[in-house]
């Protein structure tokens, strides 16, 4: 039914706005949703899909990626569509409108997607607001919701260590989980951060922000860097000690690919499959086992998801593969996978 749908009147809507449609839906009808899962139209996740990471306990391993609700708006909904958990962002320390549109592209023949978004959102305070709201609704405290944070664009690579832990700082209460992300292809500068000397002072400040932020409920945030495929490998594994060296919680692999001949922004999809295999593999095998790995990047299958954990990862995220999979896509994946 969700293919035909998909075929025949969504791909007649231009991307983003059928992105923002979409997000809206679950805003709006989530008690719908809701009552979808509890009539097992999404059906709920076997007790052995449990995970228990970062000492967290997920209800399954396959969450929702950051992209989707950038400004943590429709969270309820999405997490009643089966998903394990999911992750809010980008988050930016100050509002900022992101880069001009045509910014959103579908790769039909490849089931992939295309974007240069650059970080459009609210601000990390206006979403500390929404979060702060939503944490005190028995749905919102019992979701597992990870933040993902970046630098605004006009601020230089220098000082993107404040922006982050400007960031860290609002949300870090709020958070089961806070993702730094230097690996986005569509704010100038932005992968350059990826290099050790750059990421360590960035996620000190972030580490240290979080920390400052939860003082007195006496808690501790983990905290995650999210890498490129786009990384020769010895920058992974560069990535990786820094990880090791700093008690980072994890790894999250990999964000979208601009080694395609598509047209401007990163590619997400199918064709990113194998190489987050190998980042995956390869970080486990640098990090050892006690290190969280979230495997992203090309999961379209129950096969693809089995093929990330076998690789080394902890739990998994995906974002196209619930675009064109459907709204029952998620659930019918975390339930296999029990």
């Known amino acids: 039914m969700y293919g035909l749908l998909f075929r025949r009147v969504i791909t007649r809507i231009d991307p983003e706005r059928a992105h923002h449609l979409s997000v809206g839906a679950y805003r709006v009808a989530w008690p719908v949703v809701r009552l979808a899962r ?30 989707m609700d950038k400004n943590a708006v429709a969270v309820r909904g999405l997490i009643a569509t089966g998903f394990g958990f999911l992750e809010v962002g980008t988050v930016t320390a100050k509002a900022q ?85 230097v690996s986005s292809p569509n704010t100038p500068g932005l992968r350059d951060l990826q290099s050790t000397d750059a990421l360590r002072p960035i996620l000190e400040r972030v580490r240290s922000a979080a920390d400052e932020a939860t003082a007195r409920d006496g808690r501790r945030v983990p905290l995650l860097v999210k890498i490129a495929p786009d990384l020769a490998d010895e920058d992974v594994d560069a990535v990786a ?26 590619l997400s999809g199918p064709p990113l499959l194998p190489r987050a295999l190998e980042v995956v593999a390869r970080l486990r095998a640098r ?16 096969d693809d998801a089995r093929a990330m954990l076998d690789a080394g990862a902890n739990l998994l995220q995906a974002y196209t593969g619930f675009v064109y999979g459907g709204p029952a896509w998620p659930a019918r994946v975390n339930r296999a996978l029990g």
């Open 38 to 67: 509890w009539l097992r139209v999404f059906p709920p996740p076997r007790a052995s899909a449990a995970v228990t990471a970062m000492g967290i306990r997920f209800p399954a391993p396959l969450g929702l990626a950051a992209g």
């Open 97 to 181: 409108p992101g880069n001009p549109s045509p910014r959103s592209w579908r790769e039909l023949d490849i089931r992939g997607l295309r974007n240069q978004m650059g970080f459009n959102n609210e601000g990390a305070d206006a979403i500390a607001r929404r979060l702060r709201t939503l944490r005190r609704t028995r749905l919102g405290r019992a979701a597992v919701i990870g933040v993902n944070i970046g630098k605004n664009k006009v601020t230089a690579p220098g000082d993107a260590a404040d922006d982050y832990g400007y960031s860290a700082l609002a949300l870090a209460p709020y958070a089961d989980f806070l993702v730094v992300n």
């Open 241 to 266: 000690d820094l990880a090791v060296s700093l008690g980072l919680d994890g790894i999250v692999a990999v964000n979208t690919t601009i080694q395609h001949d598509r047209g401007p922004g990163g």
């Open 287 to 302: 990090v050892g086992p006690e290190m969280c790995l979230m495997g992203v990047g090309g999961i379209s299958t129950v």
